[in-house]
């Protein structure tokens, strides 16, 4: 036990820097070359040297690698990049890529304003704000497609702006709008249920094979938008049914359900738009309410209708 505590002792007053006799010198071993004669015969360095008790080849074996050393770098030259924009590199093509990525940064810029007007109590101007960016969040991906300009690059820039606007920019307003209607800790808990599904919800999109027909689980811009939408226009319910829904609207962004897309939306039969709009003009708050319902409900409903026809 002696002879390994000393060895262990050894190992660790290795000097940091170059061995005796490397012509590669580090400043760190002329700090510490006073004191190496008192180390060794503090610790019986010389006894243990003659006696071939510890070879230096066995110091070397274990010794740890100092992060002072230098490191060993690649040749930047022989390193690939990867460009931002694919393709031929055009001045008229740059301008266009940087509208697309304008777009998208003009998402996230919005995203942070609504959480200064949140946190200074001007809740409707953040919902505005949030609703905003729901309309650049989609300006920015039909601008790509048809200007010609989609990247990988522009795919994660998106990701992260959603993550910001829609995963935490929608929470922290509804959180906002529901101080004094609920316990402070019910709505921590519902809001940041969305920032949780939304990152989860944003993960798995960029990583899964994508459907042209529908989404799976409530796309995050959508769920960003009902709860813009809904503190805006100030619907009358009880605060613990808000929370709720709130929580329920988490989950279903999470969830393996298809929802349709907007596409397909528009290519319903215009009667099927005549009740909304007949709604709207009548009541709006219950109109918007009964069109959320039946949107989260049409998940479930093409579900069980997919796996019966399977």
Known sequence: MRRSSTFARQVLLVRVGRRDGDPRATDLTLTEHRYADRQRRRYGLDRLSRSGAVTRAEIEAVMPVSPALPMAHTDEATAGSIPLLPGERTMARRMKFALVNACT??????????????????????????????????????????????????????????????????????YASLAGSVSTAAAAVACAL???????????????????????????????????????IGLPVP????????????????????????????????????????????????????????????????????????
Do not use: H
């Open 194 to 232: 969305v920032a949780a599904c939304a990152a989860i919800r944003l993960a798995r999109f960029n990583v899964s094979p994508k459907d042209g027909r529908f989404f799976c689980g409530v796309p995050t811009t959508m769920a960003a938008a009902v709860l813009a939408l809904t503190v805006a």
């Open 105 to 174: 940064l003009s998402s996230l810029m919005l995203g942070m304003l609504a959480i200064f007007l949140a946190m200074q109590g001007e809740v409707r101007i953040a919902a505005l704000c949030l609703i905003a960016c729901v309309i650049f969040d989609g300006l920015d991906g039909a601008l790509a497609r048809r200007l010609g300009v989609a990247s990988p690059f522009g795919a994660q820039m998106d990701s992260l702006a959603d993550m910001c606007s829609f995963g935490l920019a929608a929470p922290v307003v509804v």
């Open 239 to 310: 605060g613990l049914v808000l929370v709720a829904g709130v929580a329920l609207l988490a989950f279903a962004m999470v969830s393996s359900f298809p929802y349709a897309k907007l596409a397909r939306l528009v290519k319903l039969p215009p009667w099927l738009w005549l009740a909304p709009v007949l709604g709207a003009l009548v009541d709006i708050r219950l109109t918007f309410a009964l069109i959320v319902v039946g949107y989260l409900v049409s998940g479930p409903v093409l579900w069980l209708r997919q796996r019966r026809t399977a």
